[in-house]
């Protein structure tokens, strides 16, 4: 297996480490030297499967944190705590491919466009040449900027503004070409190398989600949410896979509502071109303590539910395209 350079800002590294090759790419604005994220993955995987972490970064720069109004309320808020502790279990009890992110949600969420922009916290606000409101038409139904979480987070539900004074024009596009930019350039050719070893790939984009309350007429609230963007991010046939896999396990799921995934799904997901894409929004309360902070007793057998998700879903995708032999020979 080899990485190479496509020409993006921000070029990757691939370092040989026993039975897996390991990447890290990218940069964190203002802590030198630090990656924005790293990829792992087997020499020869047997699924073609990578899980990738965009929300669970905590690499956070000291000017940054110097600038949030309440930094442990909303790092605790805006991370998916913890979730790429489950992100490498599942990954080595699988041997899927393992992107994970290490620039935090508050220094740039990627899983949004790199065009939705709040430029009200900009200094010198929004640039002539950018017209108001009009993000690139294939991403506007994620504009989320005027809510308070668009590509830098302004502001919390119930919290109020994130930030002490305005973010300089310089640093939002080192962010989005150090993180934003390097991280799906990556993430784009991982997918591509998969699709071309094995027909077919797919990305499961993990997260987690704090505790809902039980649908009208359900017994259970979710523990797992599946988006594929209602049905436009991958097969049919892997969706309902999932679905009857976790309701098999007994892990009470839900499909698309509240979460039917975001930006990721939407650039990423090509299922008419073998390229399939889930999102899964993991409750916190499943594997962190009772503070939602720190893990908890279930993080050992919510990883083991998910890995065996992933190893369903891997043999779905390798027979989508075409790939039962290699599965089969991997096995």
């Not at 505790?211 to 969706?239: K, N, T, W, Y």
Request: with cysteine; aromatic share 4%.
């Amino acid at each position: 297996m080899s990485r190479t350079s496509s020409g993006h800002s921000e070029p990757h590294a691939a370092t040989p480490d026993g039975d897996l090759l390991r990447v890290s790419g990218g940069r964190v604005p203002g802590l030198e030297g630090r990656a924005a994220f790293t990829f792992a993955a087997p020499h020869h995987a047997g699924l073609p499967v990578l899980v990738a972490v965009p929300h669970a970064g905590r690499a956070y720069p000291a000017s940054v944190t110097a600038r949030m109004r309440d930094p442990l309320a909303s790092q605790l808020r805006l991370e998916d705590r913890m979730v790429d502790r489950l992100g490498r279990m599942v990954a080595q009890e699988t041997g899927a491919g393992l992107l994970v992110a290490h620039a935090p949600r508050a220094l740039l969420d990627l899983n949004r466009a790199e065009d939705d922009i709040d430029w009200d916290m900009i200094e010198g606000g929004r640039p002539d040449h950018v017209a108001p409101h009009a993000p690139k038409a294939e991403h506007s139904g994620n504009r989320r900027a005027r809510s308070g979480l668009g590509l830098v987070p302004r502001r919390l539900p119930g919290t109020g503004e994130i930030w002490r004074g305005r973010l300089p024009r310089a640093e939002l596009a080192a962010r989005i070409a150090g993180v934003h930019r390097a991280y799906h350039g990556f993430l784009g050719e991982e997918l591509a190398r998969i699709r071309k070893v094995w027909g077919a790939a797919l990305l499961i984009d993990l997260h987690s989600m704090p505790p809902l309350r039980a649908a009208e007429g359900e017994a259970l609230a979710p523990q797992i949410v599946l988006g594929d963007r209602f049905g436009v991010s991958c097969d049919h046939a892997l969706m309902g896979r999932a679905l009857h896999h976790l309701a098999c396990c007994g892990v009470s799921a839900a499909q698309n509502r509240p979460y039917s995934g975001g930006y990721v799904l939407d650039r990423h997901g090509q299922p008419q071109r073998g390229i399939h894409a889930v999102q899964i929004e993991v409750c916190r309360s499943t594997y962190l303590d009772h503070r939602l902070a720190e893990p908890g007793e279930g993080m050992g057998a919510m990883a083991t539910a998910l890995a065996s998700l992933v190893r369903t879903l891997g043999a779905e995708t390798a027979r989508l395209g075409g790939g039962d032999s290699l599965l089969q020979a991997a096995e």
